[in-house]
């Protein structure tokens, strides 16, 4: 079946929606505290006050867990930024400045920004839904930073090498082997990708 033929999942009832943000909540805790290896299903289901069987029908595996819970902490980000939009006087400075108030937001949860990281480069075909949920927010933040609604091909190929990297300089960081600095070097240069800013 294909993605345009798959029904709809039908939308969470407000209960649902609870449960899964209590479920969501609890694995960014036990995560903050100790990393990957401290999510496990059943203390997550246990914090979250949920069934074992119940965490499972939302989330198949941590793997789902913590991918889903990195989608949630990017649209809490999204929302921020549309709050308080970026500052710059073109393209570039203002997707750098959104990458680096990412990265900061990460550097404040190291352990639950690892999990996730983890997560994300761990994740299989089946998590592949989730995988690429994050991968769109991703790109949304970018084009919102960049100020444009209808990118060109060119530009949406200047946006995943920027997720690309922004990604690598994650990893390197919390593996210890780059600093804060060489990060936002890294991450200033690949966003002058996209040029100026749209008119």
Known sequence: ??????????????????????????????AGRGGFEAVQMREVAEAAEVALGTLYRYFPSKIHLLVATLRDRLQHLRTALRE????GDDAASR????????????????QLADAMVRALTF???SASSEVDAVSRLTTAIILDAMG???????????????????????????AGRASIAQVRTDIETVCRLVGPAAP
């Open 95 to 110: 997707v750098a400045e959104t990458l680096m108030r990412a990265f900061r937001a990460m550097r404040r949860e190291p």
């Open 123 to 125: 994740a299989d075909r």
């Open 148 to 174: 444009t609604g209808h990118p060109t091909p060119g530009q949406l190929s200047a946006v995943r090498v920027i997720e690309y990297t922004w990604h690598s300089a994650l990893i390197t960081w919390l």
């Open 84 to 87: 308080h939009p970026p500052a």
């Open 1 to 30: 079946m294909t993605a345009e033929a798959r029904p709809a999942s039908p939308p969470l009832t407000e209960r649902q929606e609870a449960r899964r943000r209590r479920i969501l909540r609890a694995t960014a805790e036990l």
